[in-house]
């Protein structure tokens, strides 16, 4: 088991020991000392520009998910026993943890089935509280929020692309919330500059620093963050305009939603859950009991990639901007979509069934040689034999191997993991790759 520690004070925090791990939250004063890690280093900057002070439980909210990035970046999944199961011990301070406490078993149980690790937390007294927001008469330039009357990530990829136009397009007008990380900005600010409509934008990033050696690059938890960062963002928004509860917009494809595992050993390693329905809810969930009023939705939930992009509001703006999205898991090794990763194939296949011209220049610009690539084939075999079970396998089990689903719309979570399977083979016949 890992211990880390956090603090937005390095005065509180142990030295570093053998399974045990000093945070900074929010902040670099310690950073002479050598052993300690830092994350948020320029979040309160950022919160501080929604020009609104955030109450108690979105900040401890806000925290937690920090830690729980901090965690899962810093700490390898090749050091344990299993190569995969991290267990966790979280010393914590929160601004006000006798909300959380009773919620703590909740928090451990999603994130156990966010990121398969096993979590302990322990909230104290003395966490960071919520900061004063900067005004205009101090010369900062504040986030826009008049006007506005939701939420929606937005990655830079083609889903959360997708969900700003459409909602553009409906007269929603929107706080566009971005974990910017490096490179991610550059396509979320070129598609943004060609948008229409009255929206703003929040960008913030978690800025993760480990002290020595590698992090762990498998990020299971990144949306916890991603919604953190927009739970803010809805409160600036709700104490605008006044509203009783903020539509927080999940903008993704029902397909990718689900991640099924495509086969048996995709179960764990390879199946993230990053929107999965089963984890929303669990959320949506720590939201109505800690008081957070934003509502989580997915207007995607039931349509495929390919649905979406056919059904955009604006085909004219979607093919303009299609170009700057990124969908690739890999394209930051080389700053290029790889083009044959699942969500690579799963953009092609939808951009197909779309008819959208695409130029995306992808490392393979055609699929048809990766089979004879033992090391870049893995992703496409995985997707040859889901298609080749499609015919046979009871879908019901399959997509329940995923995460548990509510009964009542479970034949419209089957079909669209049928639907965008069937997507992905259209496109691999269309490639002669099936």
Request: charged fraction near 25%; glycine fraction near 6%; charge should be positive.
């Amino acid at each position: 088991m890992t211990k880390l520690v956090f603090h937005h004070d390095h005065l509180h925090l142990p030295p570093a020991s053998d399974g045990l791990l000093p945070v900074q939250i929010y902040g670099l004063s310690g950073k002479g000392r050598g052993d300690i890690s830092y994350i948020g280093n320029q979040v309160i900057d950022k919160v501080r520009r929604l020009g609104v002070q955030l109450p108690s439980q979105v900040m401890d909210f806000l925290t937690i998910a920090l830690a729980v990035t901090a965690a899962d970046t810093f700490v390898k999944r090749t050091d344990t026993e299993d190569g995969w199961t991290r267990r966790f011990s979280v010393h914590l301070p929160l601004h006000e943890p006798t909300r959380w406490l009773p919620l703590k078993k909740d928090l451990e149980r999603a994130l156990h089935f966010l990121s398969g690790d096993m979590w302990d937390f322990e909230f104290i007294e003395g966490g960071y509280p919520p900061p004063a927001p900067y005004h205009q008469k101090d010369r900062f330039k504040l986030i826009r929020l008049r006007d506005l009357d939701c939420v929606s990530l937005f990655s830079g990829g083609l889903d959360s692309a997708i969900g700003a136009i459409d909602l553009l397009e409906k007269g929603r007008a929107p706080l566009l919330v971005s974990h910017a990380y490096k490179g991610d900005k550059t396509h979320q600010d070129r598609i943004s500059q060609v948008l229409k409509g009255q929206y703003s934008r929040f960008e913030i990033n978690a800025d993760p620093h480990l002290c020595s050696g590698k992090t762990d690059i498998t990020m299971r938890t990144r949306s916890l963050n991603f919604l953190a960062f927009a739970a803010a963002g809805a409160f600036a928004v709700q104490a605008v305009s006044q509203q009783r509860t903020v539509d927080l917009f999940v903008p993704e494809n029902g397909f990718i939603s689900l991640n099924a595992p495509l086969t048996p050993r995709r179960i764990g390693t390879l199946s993230t859950r990053t929107t999965h329905p089963y984890f929303i809810e669990s959320i949506q969930s720590l939201f109505d009991a800690v008081g957070i009023a934003c509502r989580i939705i997915n207007p995607y939930q039931f349509k495929t990639k390919g649905q979406m992009a056919a059904d955009c509001q604006n085909r004219k703006l979607l093919e303009r901007v299609v170009a700057n999205t990124v969908s690739c898991s890999h394209w930051k090794r080389s700053n290029q979509q790889c083009g044959i990763c699942v969500p690579c194939i799963i953009r092609r296949a939808a951009i197909l069934a779309a008819g959208i011209s695409e130029k995306t220049d992808y490392s393979f610009n055609t699929i048809t040689g990766v089979l004879s690539e033992a090391v870049r084939r893995d992703d496409l075999q995985a997707l040859r034999i889901a298609i080749k079970q499609k015919a046979t396998r009871n879908p019901g089990p399959w997509i329940v191997d995923s995460g548990p689903l509510p009964a009542a719309t479970f034949d419209e979570y089957k079909n669209v993991f049928l639907d965008g399977l069937s997507e992905v083979e259209a496109f691999l016949r269309a490639e002669r790759s099936l």
